[in-house]
């Protein structure tokens, strides 16, 4: 049964091997599956250029900075506190710093 693309059956069966307590944790299956996602406004933090400015969905802004084990760490603008950001947030890019 071809239910899916080859792409998204190849990190399927990858994660079924071992599937974690989150549906969100395996980073290769969520990106093969926005792949095919209509909707196109979002990118990942994963394509967004180091040091660029972007905001999530909640409309606070936030400086990209370097990647920090398995997430990047960012800046808010506002606050200019850290925090650690998913490399797969859904983020809208608004320019580079």
């Known amino acids: 049964m ?19 307590a989150s549906s969100c ?3 290769k ?3 093969a599956l926005k792949k095919f996602d209509i909707s ?9 250029p180091e040091k660029s400015i972007f905001s999530l969905r909640n409309g606070r802004e936030f400086i990209k900075g370097e990647k ?7 800046q808010d603008i ?3 506190r850290y925090y650690l ?3 797969v947030a859904e983020v809208i890019q608004t320019s580079l710093f």
């Open 2 to 20: 071809n239910i899916f693309p080859r792409e998204v059956c190849d990190c399927l069966y990858i994660y079924i091997a071992n599937p974690k």
């Open 68 to 74: 920090v084990r398995k997430r990047y760490k960012c």
């Open 40 to 48: 196109n406004e979002y990118v990942h933090l994963d394509d967004v």
């Open 85 to 87: 950001v998913s490399p």
């Open 29 to 31: 299956l969520l990106k």
């Open 25 to 27: 944790t395996d980073t």
């Open 78 to 80: 506002k606050s200019r």
